[in-house]
């Protein structure tokens, strides 16, 4: 089992920077490559970023690349988002997700059986 607590949210006006933070505990954080998803209001909920176990290889959905920065400090069981250059679009709650089968690269918030935080809310104003 893992337990996932995120952090870091909040009320910022676009062009802003926020930095979300997602702390583990259970398991052993550092065998399990890690993602970042968004829900919106009245939409589902869509993949942000991910991360291998290692920290060597990241991926991105296409309308945040070269935005946003996913890393994690395996030795703090954290992962991070940093968030630059925000848009009113980018307004959503973000989760942390780790998939249960370690072998896996978080990428499909629906295919994938997840442990997922409780989420925190970002509002990017225009």
């Known amino acids: 089992q893992v337990q996932l607590v995120e952090s870091g949210g909040g009320l910022v006006q676009a062009g802003g920077s926020l930095r979300l933070s997602c702390t583990a505990s259970g398991r052993i954080f550092r065998s399990y490559n890690m993602g970042w998803f968004r829900q919106a209001p009245g939409k589902e909920r869509e993949f942000v970023a991910a991360l291998s176990w290692s920290g060597d290889s990241t991926y991105y959905a296409d309308s945040v690349k070269g935005r946003f920065a996913i890393s994690r400090n395996n030795a703090k069981n954290t992962v991070y988002l940093q968030m630059n250059s925000l848009k009113p679009e980018d307004t959503a709650v973000y989760s942390c997700?780790?998939?249960?089968?370690?072998?896996?690269?978080?990428?499909?918030?629906?295919?994938?059986?997840?442990?997922w935080g409780q989420g925190t809310q970002v509002t990017v104003s225009s």
């Open positions: 997700a780790a998939p249960r089968d370690v072998r896996v690269t978080p990428s499909d918030p629906r295919g994938v059986t997840y442990y």
